[in-house]
């Protein structure tokens, strides 16, 4: 939606799903210039809310066929303190017109060791 998230996971503008993989497409309603494709996501660990394992962007510049993803790891530990937002994402190396962006974030699976909720 374009909105950025603040380190509260209550301000009204993050979506959280739980255990699987999630694929979000986003159509364009004209051709788009794009230079880079970022995402925020949202760690806070006492909160039980832990970042994606990895994150894979593609786009599309006809409407039809993607290109093959581009995957985004990162090394945040899982167990840091508080609240934080990561920005992650990818700068193509030249301008593209594009008709969609897919992200795809890659579950992390069950809570690390040492949090109080491990395993689940």
Same mark, same amino acid.
């Given at each position: ?12 503008? *993050?979506?959280? *799903? ?13 051709? @788009? ?18 970042? #994606? ?5 593609? *786009? @599309?510049?006809? %409407?039809? @066929? *993607? ?10 530990? #899982? ?11 990818? @700068? ?21 060791? %040492? ?6």
């Amino acid at each position: 939606d374009g909105l950025r998230g603040s380190e509260s996971h209550h301000d009204g503008t *993050w979506h959280g *799903w739980l255990r699987d993989d999630v694929q979000i497409e986003i159509p364009l309603a004209a051709p @788009t210039p794009i230079r880079e494709i970022t995402v925020g996501v949202l760690q806070s660990v006492r909160s039980w809310i832990v970042l #994606p394992r990895a994150i894979e962007m593609s *786009w @599309t510049t006809d %409407g039809r @066929t *993607w290109t093959a993803p581009r995957v985004i790891t990162h090394d945040i530990p #899982p167990m840091t303190d508080g609240a934080t937002v990561h920005r992650l994402g990818v @700068t193509l190396p030249q301008a593209q017109t594009v008709r969609g962006v897919r992200v795809t974030l890659r579950s992390s699976g069950p809570l690390p060791a %040492g949090h109080p909720g491990a395993g689940r």
